[in-house]
C-alpha cells in the first residue's frame, strides 16, 4: 500500500494513482484512532468538502469510516467553504473535522485535511501521531453510509447558518451593502461560488461573479490559486463591468486575492499589510500579529509603529493556528493569500478577508489603489515576487545541502546581514528585506521568494536564489 506522509496541512495526492478510496479510508482511519486516543470520540467530528472530482463521495467514504468506529458524524450537505467547515467544529463542540479539498493545488490533486477541536490546524506532532496511526486497508472499518445515517451516526446539516451569524457579528455587513460598489468575484470554480451575492444582496452594491460553476478542471487557469497567471482572466472584467475592486477565492474559499479598479493585481503580502493597518488604524484594535516567515515585513513595522507584538513562524497553518491560539492574535496569516481573524476559529478565511477588504474601502472611502498609497505612506513601499520550480524529490538532498553550504555577502546587489534556518533557508538583507528558498509542503516544488524595498531589485535577487539552490547556472 501507498506510504501515506502527512505535509503542510494534511495529505494532498493525484487522483486514481496514489489518491484512491482505499487511501482516504486509511486516512480516516488513522484519524479515528487519533481521536479515540485522545479520548475524543464521543464529540464527534465535522466532515466536508470543496468541488473537485468525486469530493463528495470521498468525504461519504470518510463518514463511514468513523461511523464503523463509533464516532459521530456532521457531514455537510453540500460543497462547503473551509472556513464554515471549520468554523463549524467548535460551533458543533466537535473534536475535529476532515475537509476533502486540495485547496489551490492543480486538478488532478484531491486532498484531506484534518482540523482540531478549534477548528484550526492540527500542530505538526500531532499531525505525525495521525500519520503514524494509518493502518494496512485490511485495518480500516467500515459501514455503508446509509446505515449509519439511520443509526444517527451520521447526520447530514447545513453549515451556512452559524457561519452567517459569525459573518455579521465580525463584520458590520450593512454599510457595504449601501456603499454602491461594483464588485467583481472570482470564484475559481470553488466553493465561494454565491457567497458574496447571498452576503451583499439588498442593497445599492451590485455583485458580479465569474468562474463561479462547478468544474473540476479548472479552465483558464493551472490551478486555483489566487495568484497570476491565474487570476489573469478574472481580472479582465474589471474593465469591462467597470468594477470598484475584484475580490478572488481559491477553490476552498479560504484564500483571497485582491485586484484593484483597473483590473491589477494587488499581491498578497501586501494585502496582508492592508489587514494588518486596517486593525490597527481603521477599528483601532490590539493583539498580537501571527506570520509566517515567508510574508511581509510590513507587519513587523506596523507592530513597532502600534507596539503590538509580531511572532513570526515556519509556513503553514499548522504552525500558525497553535501560535494564534496561544497568544489569542488579532491576525495571522501566510504568504499564499490565507489569513486569520481573531473571534473565529484560528483558520484561513477568503470570504471574510474580502468582507474585511470591502469594509476597509467604505471606511476610508479609498479605492484599491488608493489604499496601497495609504499603506506605503505608513511603511514605505515593499516588493514582491516568487518563482516556483518542479524538482525531483531525489535531489532534495543536494539541494538542501547546496544551500546549507551558500554564504553569499550579497544577493542582488544587496548585502546579507543574516541567515535564517527556521523554515528553508532565508537569507535578511540590509534594506530589511528578504530571499527565502525552502520546499513546498504540499507539491514537488521548490519555491525561491522575496520581498524588498528596491523594485529595480526583485527580480536579480529571484535570480540570484535560483543560482544559491543550484537551479541555474
Known sequence: MTKIIFGTDG???????????????????????????????????????????????????????LAANGIKVWLTQSNTPTPAISYSVPARNAAGAINITASHNPPQDCGFKVRDATGGAIPPGDLKRIEAAIPEIDGVKRMKLDDAMSDGLVVK???????????NRLVDIEPIKAAGFNVLVDCMWGNGAGWFPRLLSGGATRVHEVHNERNPIFP????????????????????????????????????VGLGDEKGQFIDQLRVFGLLGYYFLEIRGERGPIVKTISTTKMLNKLGS???????????????????????NAMIGGEESGGYAFRGHA?????????????????????????????????VGPHYYDRIDT???????????????AARPETIGGLKVTDISTLDGFQFHMEDGGWLLIRFSGTEPIIRVYTETTHEDKVQDILQDGLRIAGLKK
Do not use: H
Open 220 to 255: 483558464k487557469m493551472a490551478r486555483p490559486e489566487p495568484i497570476p497567471p491565474n487570476v489573469d482572466d478574472g481580472l479582465s472584467y474589471v474593465p469591462l463591468l467597470d468594477a470598484d475592486v475584484a475580490i478572488i477565492t481559491d477553490g476552498d474559499a479560504d484564500r
Open 390 to 404: 518542479a524538482f525531483e524529490t531525489s535531489r532534495r538532498d543536494e539541494v538542501r545541502d547546496r544551500v546549507l
Open 11 to 65: 495529505w494532498r495526492g493525484r487522483i486514481a494513482e496514489d489518491y484512491t478510496f482505499d487511501n482516504v479510508r486509511r486516512c480516516a482511519q488513522g484519524f479515528a484512532t487519533f481521536l479515540r486516543e485522545e479520548k475524543l470520540a464521543e464529540k464527534g467530528a465535522v466532515i466536508g468538502y470543496d468541488q473537485r472530482f468525486e469530493a463528495e463521495y470521498f468525504a461519504a467514504a470518510s463518514a463511514e469510516v
Open 157 to 167: 446539516f447545513d453549515p451556512a447558518p452559524d457561519y452567517i451569524t459569525l459573518l
Open 305 to 327: 509603529i502600534y507596539n503590538v507584538p509580531v511572532y513570526e513562524t515556519g509556513v503553514g497553518f499548522k504552525y500558525i493556528a497553535p501560535k494564534m491560539t496561544e497568544v
Open 346 to 378: 484560528p483558520d484561513r478565511d477568503g470570504i471574510l478577508g474580502g468582507l474585511y477588504l470591502l469594509d476597509l474601502m467604505v471606511k476610508t472611502g479609498k479605492k484599491p489603489s488608493q489604499l496601497l498609497d495609504w499603506l506605503f505612506e505608513k
